[in-house]
Every structure is written in structure tokens, then in C-alpha cells.
């Protein structure tokens, strides 16, 4: 990556996230931005709502939605990052996900998942390995 170049990152926020495996990863995206003193790393975060809560009841707000990113011709994602968490193997939670992510897939670079939202990539058909 030339060392111009602004790396867009998307969270996929949900109910019953695991905040650690969200927080963590944002934090460490952004003290690359703060050492380096560009902005290597654009990182926002999506969900199906405006907010959504953590398994420890915080509430996160999202950047955008996923309705947001409806037309794949609009979707600028390098890598998508699905956290953990108990909502994970929620079909509540993962069913609209997995239906989001049966239309962008192909429009996103690289999707990551940390711990268990494996489970929801696990639910796609997208998933090697």
C-alpha cells in the first residue's frame, strides 16, 4: 500500500457485540493514524441501526447503516470487520447481515472476522477455510 493511499476500514456493528473485539481493533487502526500522522486507516462503523449494544449494555452508534451502502457501485470498503459476540449466533442478528453481505461480498476487498464472528461468516456461503 503507497503510503498516500487511505485504507477504508467498516466495522459491522450488532446487538450483543463483544465491545473488546470492536474497541480493540479501532484502537489500534487509529494509533497508526496518530503515529504516523496521516490518515492511513478511514475506519467507520456500520450496523442494520443507528445504534446498536453491546453484551457488557454499552451503547455504540453507528457511522452509517447498512441501508446506507444499498447500491454496490456506492460501496467503498477495503476490509469489513465482523466482531464477536453472543449476538453472533443470533439469527436475529446474523440472518439480515448475512443477506447484506450476499449482495456487497463481491464489492469488498477483504472481510476479517474476530473470535466468534466466524459464526456469522460460518452462515455465509463466502466462507473458505
Known amino acids: 500500500m503507497n503510503t498516500t493511499d487511505t485504507h477504508h476500514i467498516a466495522f459491522l456493528g450488532f446487538n450483543q457485540i463483544q465491545l473488546l473485539d470492536l474497541i480493540g481493533p479501532l484502537e489500534a487502526f ?3 493514524n496518530n503515529i504516523s500522522g496521516n490518515t492511513v486507516y478511514k ?4 450496523s442494520q441501526h443507528e445504534s446498536f449494544t453491546s453484551d457488557s449494555k454499552v451503547r455504540v452508534l453507528s457511522d452509517y447503516l447498512l441501508s446506507d451502502y444499498q447500491r454496490v457501485d456506492q460501496i467503498h470498503i ?6 464477536g459476540g ?17 449482495d456487497h461480498f463481491d464489492a469488498i476487498e477483504r472481510v476479517v472476522t474476530v473470535c466468534t464472528g466466524a459464526f456469522i461468516m460460518g452462515n455465509h456461503p463466502y466462507l473458505v477455510g
Do not use: K, M
Request: net charge negative; aromatic share 6%; proline share 7%.
Open 30 to 32: 487509529n494509533a497508526v
Open 78 to 83: 477495503d476490509t469489513l470487520i465482523i466482531a
Open 43 to 46: 475506519t467507520v462503523i456500520i
Open 86 to 102: 453472543s449476538g453472533s449466533r443470533n439469527p436475529e442478528v446474523y440472518q439480515p447481515i448475512n443477506a447484506w453481505l450476499a
